[in-house]
């Protein structure tokens, strides 16, 4: 197989360059804190740096884990580090000795960050955000256990391309400068070390080029080999979420069973293979917290799909009626937006891999979010107007969520419950799941509906409701009034959702200190290679623990991306640190 060169290496200034693995979030912030010292730079991709830079963070929603913020604060919202830091140990839930030692030093850097430095570093860049914050994982019912005491989870103005363009475009100028280079279509196969056993370079294959949309699977056909000397190696190259094969191995039947689920749908891109993973390991990275990983439970096929088997996560806020696959309702805390990963383990133990929501037209309008970038026009395309006219004014929800309505594999949308419920068997055979019974599920409505007489209730999902809308701007426009579902006349039609595993994060990854430097097996530190974002368990090899507070992913790349940048500065070139406002100002 013919050996290539890379087109424009002659560009480079002739000291090794750093090596990226990764054009995602996590390597483009990275790339843009070494570009700020000028430091020669190499970002590669399996995937076209034409058409698919910054990964997974393009098609996210943009949401941004905040604390003590000035939206918060311009909201009311009493937030602040000690109570974060509360939030977030009782979330992460760390038990490990060993394995979480670097993780739990993570955790409290990265609260730190997120309460002092990180709403003053992206805006510095020039991000925004919406007015409204949101109240992501709103908690298992204990004030010391998992969730979000306040909302805390900041949707970007111009969602996920907005947070790539702040550290593409000055990563670019550098590249017009010379000091970096993007070259896409590079597969890294093998990390290369030195006697000493210090990474020093990268060998690959050129892949086929593949101009294929951005998102959308490409080719792996080798056309040639490449190896790259290197000061620095990288690690940037993402989860395992697009690899159900590697989901599916690394599922904790013992935590999430009884049985590994059979069904999921894809909510990330083909490229996040998790392959990378595998060769750090194999070159002597340690990595920990395989069996922790972030799936959503509340999954829709997408109609109109971009990866294979690509599924849209519906981040719901708390009024529709969750059922189990045969029809009983989930009990608390297990309520929409509540509670992921223990509401996972709930349906898991079912032995079915989907659930149902009951809704009806006022709840969707107002309370159905899609999480994904393309499913957000309005704030993706900057549209106040779009924005107000849709979300707080009108009947219909957005158009993404109307289309979901009429084409989506999982809808059914009917006038009464008798047809409704019809039609939720017809789907229910799809998967072989148990034959609903419509005088069963009349009651479990008809019992909800019984508490929603009063603003006071003993049903803990009325509570919730009760509680959010005393938050005002999810009254305003996130939380629909209480109401009864069988009061069709008003509200109606009635809708069911049949609710997909959906595949996502990978919440353990490369073992990293807080200088995103890869530890080895043995806890002595890897000469030469780092790793950041969710190939690092987005900083030390599982910063999450067990559970996400939302937000904390592009957060987590952004955090460990910037330390490994930093780091790898000083490294290649003592003394960068103290030089970086001044070649800050020169860029
Ligand atoms: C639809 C969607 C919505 C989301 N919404 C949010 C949100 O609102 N808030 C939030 O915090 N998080 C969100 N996330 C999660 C977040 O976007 C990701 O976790 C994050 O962007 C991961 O970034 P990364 O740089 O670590 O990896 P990636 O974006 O996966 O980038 C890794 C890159 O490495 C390349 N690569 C992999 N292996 C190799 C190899 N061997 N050789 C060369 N290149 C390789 C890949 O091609 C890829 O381009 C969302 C994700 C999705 C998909």
Known sequence: MARTRSRSRAALPPAKPV??????????????????????????????SRTNTGGQAFWSLGGIFLVDSANQRRLGIKDSRELAMRDWMGSAGFDREREDTWPRRWAEAFVNFATDEMEAYLKGLGMGFLFNVGWAERGDGRADGHGNSVPRFHVTW????????????????????????????????????????????????????????????????????????????????????????AVKASWPVGRLGPKVPDNFVVGVPAHVDGKMIGIAEAAGANVINRDRMWHYTEGVSNWNPIWPNHGIRVLPAPSSLWLDA?????????????????????ICSTGYDYTWFILDQTIIAREFALSGSEQNPDVTGKSIWQLITTRILGGKGPVPVQNFQKHGADFVVKDNLEDLVQGMNVLAKERNGPVL?????????ETRDGQMSNPYSKDHQAMLINNGRLYWPDKRSRVA????????????????????????????GIETDLNSNVMREDGSRFPGLYAAGEAAGFGGGGVHGYNSLEGTFLGGCIFSGRAAGRAIAEEVRPGSLSTKVAEQSRL
């Open 481 to 508: 009034p209480p109401h009864k579902l069988l009061d069709t006349k008003t509200h109606g039609p009635l809708i069911a959702v049949r609710m997909n595993l959906l595949t996502r994060k990978t919440l353990g």
């Open 158 to 245: 111009g969602t996920g391309p907005e947070v790539v363009r702040v550290f593409e475009e000055p990563v670019r100028r550098a590249e017009k400068k010379g000091t970096v280079e993007f070259r896409g279509r590079h597969m890294v196969t093998e990390i290369i070390k030195d006697a000493e056993g210090r990474a020093v370079g990268v060998r690959g294959k050129v892949l086929q080029d593949d101009d294929a949309p951005r998102g959308e699977k490409t080719n792996r056909v080798e056309v040639g080999d490449f190896e790259i000397e290197a000061s620095a190696v990288l690690v940037a190259s993402g989860g395992i979420g697009g690899n159900v094969a």
């Open 19 to 48: 090596v990226i693995i990764g054009h995602g979030l996590a390597g483009l912030v990275a790339a843009y804190e070494l570009s700020l010292h000028s430091i020669p730079t190499i970002i590669l991709d399996q995937e076209s």
């Open 437 to 445: 019974e419509l005088d069963k599920i009349r009651e479990v409505v």
């Open 326 to 346: 045969s029809g009983k309702r989930l009990p608390p805390p297990y309520f929409p937006g509540t509670d992921t990963l223990g509401t996972l383990k709930h």
